[in-house]
């Protein structure tokens, strides 16, 4: 699986040899697709072949004019894309199952393409890991005993995982826009083996320097050269 690709072409390249190399039964796709000012064009063309969205991201929101806000960033996105992107994005549903149920794959939370699933917000600004009681309410009903097996989201760039009353809660790494200064493109791989799933989170090194390159050529102002510095370093700046 994997998510926040936020147009980063050079990143999914990469993610994608990877991914070809480990030859999974199936690719779902996190959401946050295009959001981003390395070659969104380029890294939807991919998706489109390789990985096409699964679920609806909250930036997929934004693009597809569900969600207002960042209207410079919007309408730069926009141009680079087909006309039909938009209804495409916002038709994807906020969460899926496959596996015949067992594994949930959602952008935020199941309920939301908002919401942090995994951490929860502090009154002073930080964040935290969330409580067990705080997973089992984002989860929105998906459990161990209605079937669940794995549940697998995106969003906050992180990787982590758990284990809620049997049901394994992975958060996947980012393939761009890390967040803990490794610039390095994240998937995860899910694997059954005897009714049980292994979660392997991968790391794949990526030319970021020349997706930033890119970012501050083409991307619209200030939002290049933020999007130049975060790839590079591999955090927000």
Known sequence: ?????HGNAFALR??????????????????????????PASAWA?????????????TDERVAGLRDGKETMRAWVRARLPGDVPATLAALPVHLDTAGGEVRVAH??????????????TPDGHTRPAHFRELRERLGGYSFET????????????????VVDGLTVVNAGPVSR?????????????TRRSGHWAVQF?????????????????????????EAHWLTAGREP
């Open 1 to 5: 699986m994997l998510g926040d690709v």
């Open 14 to 39: 990469a993610v994608l040899e990877d991914i070809r190399a480990a030859s999974p039964d199936q690719v779902l796709n996190l959401g946050d697709t295009v959001w981003g000012c390395a070659d």
């Open 46 to 58: 991919l998706q489109q072949e390789f990985a096409p969205p699964t679920v609806r991201g909250n």
């Open 108 to 121: 935020g939370s199941p309920r939301s393409a908002w919401e942090d699933l995994m951490l929860t917000e």
């Open 147 to 162: 079937g669940g097996r794995v549940c697998v989201v995106g969003h906050t760039h992180r990787e982590m995982l758990t």
């Open 178 to 190: 890390q967040k803990d200064g490794l610039p390095l493109a994240r998937w995860v791989q899910l």
């Open 202 to 226: 991968r790391r794949v090194p990526y030319d970021a320097h020349a997706a930033a390159t890119w970012a501050r050529a083409h991307g619209p102002g200030k939002h290049g050269d933020h």
